[in-house]
């Protein structure tokens, strides 16, 4: 249970960096390009912790998935980014595929 906390907590934090990276403009803003880093880094360390109780195939995309559908969403809400529906379709079978793969983590 505990692996699955820091897999949360890698992916909050490899967010955090995403977002830094677009507050970057090309990293020539060093404040949120030293964030980006050190949120990678921090993210990347955090995900090597729960990779030694999960595997690294559900770990790792569950990592990716939630990581790319949260910052897809946050590009939605806070900069204003489109959404189709095709977008919408393929965002929710990312959820699903985590949710599912969590599933069969557990059944293990």
């Known amino acids: ?20 990276l677009k ?10 390009s030293v964030l980006t880093l050190v949120m990678y880094g921090l993210s990347f360390w955090v995900l090597a912790l729960t990779l030694k109780v999960l595997p690294i195939s559900t770990a790792y995309a569950v990592w990716s998935g939630l990581g790319t559908a949260a910052v897809a969403i946050i590009g939605l809400v806070f900069f204003k980014e489109p959404m189709t529906a095709l977008k919408g379709v393929f965002l929710l079978m990312i959820i699903g595929g985590v949710v599912g793969l969590e599933a069969i983590s557990s059944e293990s």
Not at 1 to 20: D, F, N, Q, R
Not at 23 to 32: E, M, P, Q, R
Request: negative net charge.
């Open 1 to 20: 249970m505990l692996a699955w906390v820091y897999l949360m907590g890698a992916i909050g934090l490899e967010v955090i960096g995403t977002v830094s």
């Open 23 to 32: 507050f970057s403009n090309g990293f020539t803003d060093l404040k949120f």
